[in-house]
């Protein structure tokens, strides 16, 4: 019993650092309200103050949406495959190495999987994508819709090889991966992929 108390506990820590949350001990109705604000606001303080990142990146490319404004449209899309893609492979991984399956040393087999994986996913969600917009925003100019297209799968790459990173990366550091899951490797990868989207219109659109 004690055993399994403890991996519940474990457990339970675990999920609240995932969903971006400071550990309590407490049962949910039995927790103040003022002390369950108080174990979220410090998390989202620090995603809001992190999120300004990717509204500096969108500002720093007005001229590109200025120019194709269809573009903006596709943003939220982008980043959010991106985040899924990221908090796919971060939990993941994180389950492996709370299982012992996946250690430190083991990061390149790791990070060379995932961006196998990335690919596959990229490439078919970058096709699907472009046929989804050719039939149903035919209004849409293609080389926007090659753009999202393109980089979409470029994203989905660069964010399975983050989830798979950032959590090795935290254990080396001797902090609890169980942070670089979920909200937090979600905003890092959606300032990546607007660096990402931005510089590729450049290349197709401009």
């Known amino acids: ?56 990146i969108i500002s720093g490319y007005d001229a590109i949406l200025s120019q194709a404004v269809q573009l903006a449209a596709f943003i939220p899309v982008l980043t959010g495959t991106g985040g899924n893609a990221g908090s796919q492979t971060s939990a993941t991984i994180i389950r492996g190495m709370s299982l012992g399956d996946i250690r430190p040393r083991d990061i390149l087999r790791v990070m060379g999987k995932e961006i196998q994986v990335g690919m596959i996913c990229g490439v078919l969600l970058a096709a699907l994508n472009f046929v989804k917009q050719t039939i149903f925003s035919p209004s849409t100019d293609i080389m926007v819709d090659l753009t999202v297209s393109v980089s979409m799968g470029f994203v989905v790459v660069v964010a399975k090889a983050m989830g798979c990173v950032l959590p090795i990366g935290a254990k080396v550091c001797k902090l609890d991966p169980a942070i670089m899951a979920g909200p937090l490797i979600t905003t890092v990868v959606d300032a990546v992929a607007l660096v990402i989207f931005f510089n590729v219109a450049q290349w197709l659109v401009l």
Request: proline share 4%; glycine share 2%; aromatic share 4%.
């Open 1 to 56: 019993d004690d055993i399994v108390d403890v991996i519940d506990e474990e457990t339970t820590e675990d999920m609240e650092k995932m969903a971006a949350l400071l550990p309590s001990d407490e049962e949910y109705l039995k927790t103040p309200v003022t002390k369950l604000a108080r174990n979220r606001i410090v998390w989202l303080c620090v995603l809001m103050i992190s999120g300004t990142l990717s509204s500096a």
